[in-house]
């Protein structure tokens, strides 16, 4: 009964950012980790940045530099500043919990998009 609802999708100018966010809520246990992923049309969903519970931090190579995942484990939030925007970084983008003590599950959302127009 796990929900993840993601905003701050939308159109932004080649070079320009935008802000993520991403809340966790119904029956949560622990959350193990929290991250996002992409996707664009005809290629495979990929990891974008994954933030876990001791703050470990991973990213993609392709956004090293230019994005900043950050979370807020009071709200169950987890956030993704995108900075120097470009067309390839237009996809939909989908937020992931890894959630579960005893049995780790993993939850998305429904997704929001992200196009940057050159």
């Known amino acids: 009964q796990v929900q993840l609802v993601e905003s701050g999708g939308g159109l932004v100018q080649t070079g320009g950012s935008l802000r993520l966010s991403c809340a966790a809520s119904?029956?949560?246990?622990?959350?193990?980790?929290m991250g996002w992923y992409r996707q664009a049309p005809g290629k495979q969903r990929e990891l974008v940045a994954r933030i876990t519970s001791e703050g470990s931090i991973n990213y993609a190579d392709s956004v090293k530099g230019r994005f900043t995942i950050s979370r807020d484990n009071a709200k169950n939030t987890v956030y993704l500043q995108m900075n120097s925007l470009n067309p390839e970084d237009t996809a939909l983008y989908y937020c992931n919990a890894n959630i579960g003590i005893f049995r780790a599950i993993d939850y998305w959302g429904q997704g929001t998009q992200v196009t940057v127009s050159s």
């Open positions: 119904g029956r949560i246990f622990s959350i193990n980790s």
